[in-house]
């Protein structure tokens, strides 16, 4: 008897100390504090009658001193089996609330470091439009801004793409189109690069465009880069060496003498193009349209062929690219793949074949007294 009124006594002492602490406690807390009272209740309960159930079963003529003692000793084996049950729930909770910590103060990290990076982000685009007190181009400022936007892209492939775009627009637009004399356009040997360099923050925004969009690897499978608006760009003597320009629009771009050593040109837009003296050694610029698209007159047409005086091809892929009207006098195409090209109308005046390979799918012919077997008597079929 005396040990029922304790445990009942034990019992009413906890539930009004949980209550007090549920009080001094918000709203939240007194829910919490009645769960965990009705789970202690309920713990009391298991260590009253389980052994009280037991000792139902034990025989009627077993003593009152023996039943006594037994019934403690099951009462405290239950107490210990609660106990080890307790300790283990409490390790679980206590792991389970680490790494609960744990992800929040990952969220907070992540959230605080995507704020960070926006911050820096917004810093980077305004450097872009640096200007002095006379509104001339800070070019130092823009070319820091030009590299915080480099290492932004790198955070994620969509910052990739959004990071390129922005840089290709940076380009176009410092980088307005000068029309180049002809006397300014010298013989020179192929793929010699042009002493006169282009704007240090153009050539900045090139180079960081080939950090985050290098020529794929063939038949990697990379993912093909933004389409690059670098239409009526002054490019002209430009390292685009090793550049993935797939799909970019060049439309009246000036290239002359620039290198475009191993670049992509893969259905890029390349209508207008001014690229006299250029280098086009070992990339490729399969299915590239060098006219202009959509509605043209045949004046529209003539004004939009692309310029290609004097340039230099080596180990160029042409497969399928249209270059109709190109003026390629005195252009060197040496290994050049020529496979489905559309040579229709093209100056090839002063032009110098070498190892030209292909199956002889090709279209040319013009007013130029330019006959195609002339390109097929330098041409190998493919392996």
């Not at 709203?27 to 009645?34: E, I, T």
């Not at 713990?43 to 159930?53: D, E, G, H, Y």
């Not at 077993?62 to 239950?78: F, N, P, S």
């Not at 810093?123 to 820091?144: F, H, P, Y």
Request: aromatic share 6%; net charge negative.
């Amino acid at each position: 008897m005396t040990t029922r009124r304790g445990l009942v006594a034990g019992a009413a002492v906890a539930m009004c100390i949980l209550l007090l602490l549920a009080v001094v406690e918000q709203v939240r807390s007194l829910r919490y504090a009645l769960v965990a009272g009705a789970i202690t209740v309920a713990i009391i309960a298991l260590v009253w009658l389980i052994p009280i159930v037991q000792s139902s079963l034990w025989p009627a003529s077993l003593a009152e001193d023996k039943r006594i003692e037994l019934t403690d000793k099951v009462r405290g084996t239950v107490v210990q089996l609660i106990g080890a049950v307790g300790l283990v729930a409490t390790a679980a909770i206590t792991v389970y609330q680490v790494s609960a910590g744990q992800e929040a103060s990952e969220r907070t990290l992540r959230l605080t470091e995507n704020a960070q990076a926006a911050e820096r982000f917004g810093r980077a685009i305004e450097q872009l439009g640096a200007v002095d007190g006379e509104g001339n181009a800070v070019r130092e400022i823009r070319i820091g801004g030009l590299y915080a936007l480099q290492e932004y892209a790198f955070r994620s492939a969509s910052d990739r793409r959004l990071v390129g775009t922005i840089v290709a627009a940076y380009i176009r637009t410092n980088s307005n189109k000068r029309a180049i004399p002809s006397k300014d356009l010298p013989s020179i040997a192929p793929c010699r690069p042009l002493t006169r360099q282009i704007p240090v923050d153009v050539s900045t925004g090139i180079n960081v465009l080939r950090e985050l969009f290098p020529t794929p690897v063939p038949q990697t499978g990379a993912p093909d880069p933004p389409s690059f608006d670098l239409e009526g760009s002054n490019l002209v003597g430009a390292d685009l060496h090793g550049l993935d320009l797939r799909g970019a629009n060049l439309s009246g771009a000036e290239l002359s003498f620039a290198d475009l050593d191993g670049a992509n040109l893969s259905r890029a837009q390349l209508g207008e193009l001014e690229a006299r003296y250029a280098c086009f050694a070992f990339g490729q610029a399969r299915d590239a349209q060098f006219t202009v698209s959509g509605q043209a007159t045949a004046a529209d047409l003539r004004e939009a062929a692309p310029d290609l005086k004097g340039a230099t091809f080596i180990g160029f892929d042409l497969t399928d690219a249209a270059l109709p009207r190109a003026d390629l006098r005195d252009a060197t195409l040496n290994g050049v793949t020529v496979e489905g090209t559309d040579f229709a109308g093209a100056d090839f005046r002063g032009a110098t074949f070498r190892d030209l390979t292909g199956r002889g799918n090709f279209s040319c012919g013009g007013p130029h007294d330019f006959s195609c077997d002339r390109i097929a008597a330098h041409q190998t079929a493919p392996r």
